[in-house]
């Protein structure tokens, strides 16, 4: 099929996938909701800035990854899915190799597309917003 008539195709597919899965939001989310639920779950951790220097951090067995350099880890790309998947908790990733938690039961079922790798995914508003703040703090 071809590229340019996909996205169009998969847009209302998603927004009715959407619909379909519980409350909907008409609005996308924001970096700043985003930065609120970054401030609530993960400063311990990652730290204020995301270098990963926060106050728990130092009781982690292996070092945390800086959040600002994601898109400079990944050849100038912002990994989109493997961001969101892991926040999510990627099913891919053995208990005992995961150290963050999963938030996937603690978010809301409030969907809205987010554009993933191409492709407009129902996504929980509240990793959307995630995502969206992680997204602008990249070096």
């Known amino acids: 099929m071809n590229r340019k008539l996909t996205i169009p195709l998969i847009l209302p597919l998603a927004l009715s996938a959407c619909a379909g ?10 970096r700043d909701e985003g930065a609120v639920f970054y401030a609530q779950n993960c400063v ?16 982690q067995v292996l070092r945390l990854p800086d959040l600002r350099t994601l898109t400079q880890r ?17 099913p891919g990733n ?16 409030d969907l809205v597309p ?6 407009f ?13 992680l997204e602008s703090i990249q070096n």
């Open 21 to 30: 899965f519980g409350p909907q939001s008409s609005d996308m989310p924001t």
């Open 114 to 119: 987010v554009e993933i790798d191409g492709i």
């Open 44 to 59: 311990a951790c990652h730290g204020i800035t995301g270098a990963g220097d926060g106050p728990e951090a130092q009781r």
């Open 74 to 90: 990944n050849g100038g790309e912002f990994p989109q899915a493997r961001a969101m998947s892991y926040i999510w908790g990627d």
């Open 94 to 109: 053995d208990h005992l190799q995961r150290v963050m938690p999963s938030f996937g039961g603690a978010m809301a079922d």
């Open 121 to 133: 995914t129902p996504t929980p508003r509240e990793l959307a917003g995630l995502y969206f703040y």
